[in-house]
Each structure stands twice: as C-alpha cells, then as structure tokens.
C-alpha cells in the first residue's frame, strides 16, 4: 500500500454501488478500530486493528471517525457576483420568485456571468471548490444556466470542465440552459426554447460538455410540458436527466421526472403521495436541499415519508448565490437529521452513497470499499451521531483526495500533497 490510515477508532460507510433506497438506506456497516489501505489512488485493503498490511506511508487517525468522501450531488457553483442586496428585498417580504419577475434572482447573476471572464470564473470558483473541500466534499455536480445563450453556457461549462481538472473536488457538469428565459426573450419564451434545443443542446453535446441535463421545472419558469420537451431533447444527445420539481409550488414535476426516465428529481419540496410513489416505482433518486428550504423559510421536503416508501434520498447544498448561498454541507447533514428526521446512518448514505448515485458516480465513490476511489474524511470526532449533533463548526480533521496526487486537506485549510501516485 502507499498509505496506511491505521487507529481509526470507528469506520462508518454504506456499502454497495447503487442508490441505497427504504430501509437500505439505514444499513451502513461500522467498524470499530479499522484500518484503511491505499494503492494507486484507491482503497487497497479494509481491515481490523492487528490485521497486517505493508505501507510507505501511515496516518494515525487519532481514533477519530472516518467516513466516505461527502458528494455534494447538486450545486450552482459557477457563477459572477452574489446577492446580498436581495437580503433587503426578503426581509421587506419579497419572495424568490417576486425578486426573479422583477429581473433580479437569476437574471442578475446572468449579468455577472456574462460580464466575467472565462478566468475570473475560474479562480473565484477555485476558492470556493477548496473551501467545499476542506469542509469534506471530496465529488460535487455542477449546473450551468448563469449563461442562457450559446456562448455563456459554453463557457460557464468550460469553467467547471477547466476546475474539474485543477481542483482537489471531482466535478460532474450538468446543463441547465433551462435555469430561466434571458431577458432578451422576456414575453418570447417560445422563442428561447427553440434556441436551446436548436443550437445550445447541441453545442454543448458536441463539445461534450455535461454528463447531465436539468430543468428548473416550475410553472412560472418551465412549464411540466415544456421541462419534458427539453429533457426528451437532451436524453437523444446522449444526456442523463435530472429535474428541479416541485420546489415553489406542486406541478407534478416528480411525476414528469418519474415518466422520462430521470436519474434524479430535485427539492421535491411540495411533491405529492402520488409523485412519491412515482419516484419509487421509478428508481429515481430524491436529491433533497435543506438548506434552501432554511434559507427561503419554506417548508422542508418530506424526506421521511419518501425514504420510508422505498425512495432513494440524497442530500446536498444547492450551493447558489441566491436561495442558498451556503456551500457547507455540514449543515444540510444537521439539517437532514434534526428537519428531515432521518437517522445518522440515513442521513450519511444521503450524502455519500446515495449523492454518488444522483449523479452516475456510485461505482466510482461514495462508499470506502476495495476498489473504490480513496476518497475520505477523517473527522474530529468519536462516532457517527457526534458529526449531525454538532452544528456551526467545520468538524473536518482530514479530507483524502485520490488521483494521479494522493491530497490531504488538514484542519487548518492548507492543501497538501501526500504522495504521487
Ligand atoms: O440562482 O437562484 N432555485 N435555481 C433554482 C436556483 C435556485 C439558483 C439561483
Ligand atoms: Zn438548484
């Protein structure tokens, strides 16, 4: 082995290479006083304490918690500006969708994205992927939709394909050209959505630019109609689907998401019984975000509902400078726990496992098993329940990155290089 994490006082991972789904979902394996080993990049060996392996290199993990690599399955990451002035505008009383009618919201951070250069993107984006790093993010997914025209989606995709390669954080790109209508469409949302699936579905695909494609389903931006017009487009250029649904208002966006073969359905915070039965009987994956329901003051999805009929749940940031500006995923897990009333061990398949899944990754991470990418995080802490009790505090001891650079985040926020593979 290359490294060896040796007195690891307890190893808590969900096991397997799909969506953990019911009372899967729950069934982690925990092993007290583990020892992990790794090879090329990946986990090598998974023992007891006594249990003998050679090694270059060892870690003593102080008898701490060691988990998975956290996959932070749905994100806005790549963007110009923020927004706080519409911090005002909600305490005034403003809604989301208030605030997006009248031009801001989104269309404001389209401005910023389409005045930013290609490497100004870059580099506030790096700062914000170490950042999800060291708070233990080892994969995240990425939306494109700050663009909204040929040229600002390309680019905006060109950003996370440029960070993917530079970053300690796997990335896995998605396509939301169907974020909002630009303004230069206001009153013509017909008119955009030619052009996106006439010129923009196709530019990205030839580029190969996203893996998936995403529609912020929603009646006052893409109608269900519309949202699976776009989606059936992108699944001919070869792209999995995923659907914001249900996240302002019910639309059956659970059920369109459901009947188009996505991989995944997004927020689900007003879905109905029958949008959660459609989810289950479809293996399609709830990626839920508390923290947006947080930050909005809305109502939370109801996760325990869904995991309990038999829905694969996912937890993540939706990390975005307007509805939830908060990129640490240490609180969606609080959140997950204390709002959603899912256990620990739900709530730690939400965000490894399970967020894997949500975004074609499951084989690769999202577990600590032979095989797997050497993705972990060694956290100041002594078990599993310690990590969703505690709140407000970066609890990260270590984080372990693999690639052709075996990368430790530690606590103090520096990156180091460990060993090359
Ligand atoms: O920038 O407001 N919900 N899209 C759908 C977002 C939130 C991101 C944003
Ligand atoms: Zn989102």
Same mark, same amino acid.
């Not at 990205?204 to 109608?223: G, H, K, Q």
């Given at each position: 082995?290359?490294?060896?994490?040796?007195?690891?006082? +307890?190893?808590?991972?969900?096991?397997?290479?799909?969506?953990?789904?019911?009372?899967?979902?729950?069934?982690?394996? +925990?092993?007290?006083?583990? =020892?992990? @080993?790794?090879?090329?990049?990946?986990?090598?060996?998974?023992?007891?304490?006594?249990?003998?392996?050679?090694?270059?290199?060892?870690?003593?993990?102080?008898?701490?918690?060691?988990?998975?690599?956290?996959?932070? #399955?749905?994100?806005?990451?790549?963007?110009?500006?923020?927004? %706080?002035?519409?911090?005002? !505008?909600?305490?005034?009383?403003?809604?989301?969708?208030?605030?997006?009618?009248?031009?801001?919201?989104?269309?404001?951070? =389209?401005?910023?994205?389409?005045?930013?250069?290609?490497?100004? +993107?870059?580099?506030?984006?790096?700062?914000?992927? #170490?950042? /999800?790093?060291?708070? @233990?993010?080892?994969?995240?997914?990425?939306?494109?939709?700050?663009?909204?025209?040929?040229?600002?989606?390309?680019?905006?995709?060109?950003?996370?394909?440029?960070?993917? $390669?530079?970053?300690?954080?796997?990335?896995?790109?998605?396509? /939301?050209?169907?974020?909002?209508?630009?303004?230069? *469409?206001?009153?013509?949302?017909?008119?955009?959505? &030619?052009?996106?699936?006439?010129?923009?579905?196709?530019?990205?695909?030839?580029?190969?630019?996203?893996? *998936?494609?995403?529609?912020?389903? &929603?009646?006052?931006?893409?109608?269900? &109609?519309?949202?699976?017009?776009?989606?059936? $487009?992108?699944?001919?250029?070869?792209?999995?689907?995923?659907?914001?649904?249900?996240?302002?208002?019910?639309?059956?966006?659970? &059920?369109?998401?459901?009947?188009?073969?996505?991989?995944?359905?997004?927020?689900?915070?007003?879905?109905?019984? $029958?949008?959660?039965?459609?989810?289950?009987?479809?293996? =399609?994956?709830?990626?839920?975000?508390?923290?947006?329901?947080?930050?909005?003051?809305?109502?939370?999805?109801?996760?325990?509902?869904?995991?309990?009929?038999?829905?694969?749940?996912?937890?993540?940031?939706?990390?975005?400078?307007?509805?939830?500006?908060? #990129?640490?995923? %240490? *609180?969606?897990?609080?959140?997950?726990?204390?709002?959603?009333?899912?256990?620990?061990? $739900?709530?730690?398949?939400?965000?490894?496992?399970?967020?894997?899944?949500?975004?074609?990754?499951?084989? !690769?991470?999202?577990?600590?098993?032979?095989?797997?990418?050497?993705?972990? =995080?060694?956290?100041?802490?002594?078990?599993?329940?310690?990590? *969703?009790?505690?709140?407000? #505090?970066?609890?990260?001891?270590?984080?372990?990155?693999?690639?052709?650079?075996? !990368?430790?985040?530690?606590?103090?926020?520096?990156?180091?290089?460990?060993?090359? /593979?």
């Amino acid at each position: 082995m290359d490294l060896l994490l040796t007195n690891i006082g +307890l190893l808590a991972t969900p096991i397997g290479t799909t969506a953990r789904k019911g009372r899967e979902q729950r069934e982690i394996a +925990l092993i007290p006083d583990a =020892v992990v @080993g790794i090879r090329n990049g990946r986990i090598g060996f998974v023992g007891k304490r006594g249990d003998t392996c050679e090694a270059s290199l060892s870690l003593d993990c102080g008898g701490r918690l060691v988990t998975p690599g956290l996959v932070d #399955s749905h994100t806005h990451l790549a963007f110009g500006g923020w927004r %706080q002035n519409e911090l005002a !505008l909600k305490l005034e009383g403003a809604s989301y969708l208030d605030i997006l009618k009248a031009g801001g919201g989104i269309l404001s951070t =389209v401005e910023h994205t389409r005045t930013a250069s290609e490497d100004e +993107l870059v580099e506030k984006t790096r700062a914000l992927l #170490s950042e /999800m790093f060291c708070h @233990g993010v080892t994969t995240c997914e990425a939306k494109s939709g700050y663009g909204l025209s040929t040229a600002d989606e390309l680019k905006q995709l060109r950003v996370i394909r440029s960070l993917n $390669e530079v970053s300690p954080v796997s990335i896995v790109p998605t396509f /939301m050209g169907a974020h909002a209508v630009p303004k230069e *469409f206001a009153g013509n949302r017909g008119g955009y959505i &030619e052009l996106l699936i006439d010129e923009i579905l196709p530019a990205v695909s030839r580029e190969n630019l996203a893996e *998936f494609c995403d529609v912020f389903c &929603e009646s006052a931006v893409f109608t269900r &109609e519309e949202s699976r017009r776009i989606l059936l $487009e992108a699944a001919s250029h070869g792209l999995a689907l995923k659907a914001h649904a249900d996240e302002i208002e019910p639309g059956g966006g659970a &059920e369109m998401a459901a009947a188009v073969g996505a991989v995944s359905a997004e927020h689900l915070i007003e879905t109905s019984d $029958e949008g959660i039965r459609a989810l289950a009987d479809k293996n =399609v994956i709830a990626v839920l975000l508390p923290a947006t329901s947080f930050y909005l003051d809305k109502p939370y999805a109801r996760a325990r509902n869904m995991v309990d009929a038999g829905v694969a749940v996912a937890v993540a940031t939706d990390f975005n400078p307007g509805s939830c500006p908060c #990129s640490n995923i %240490q *609180f969606a897990m609080n959140l997950a726990c204390l709002k959603y009333k899912l256990s620990p061990a $739900e709530a730690l398949t939400a965000v490894t496992l399970n967020g894997a899944a949500a975004i074609n990754r499951a084989k !690769l991470c999202g577990s600590i098993e032979v095989g797997k990418q050497a993705d972990l =995080v060694i956290w100041n802490a002594p078990d599993l329940e310690y990590i *969703f009790y505690r709140c407000g #505090s970066n609890l990260v001891h270590n984080v372990i990155k693999n690639g052709k650079e075996l !990368l430790i985040c530690l606590s103090s926020g520096t990156l180091r290089l460990l060993s090359t /593979m």
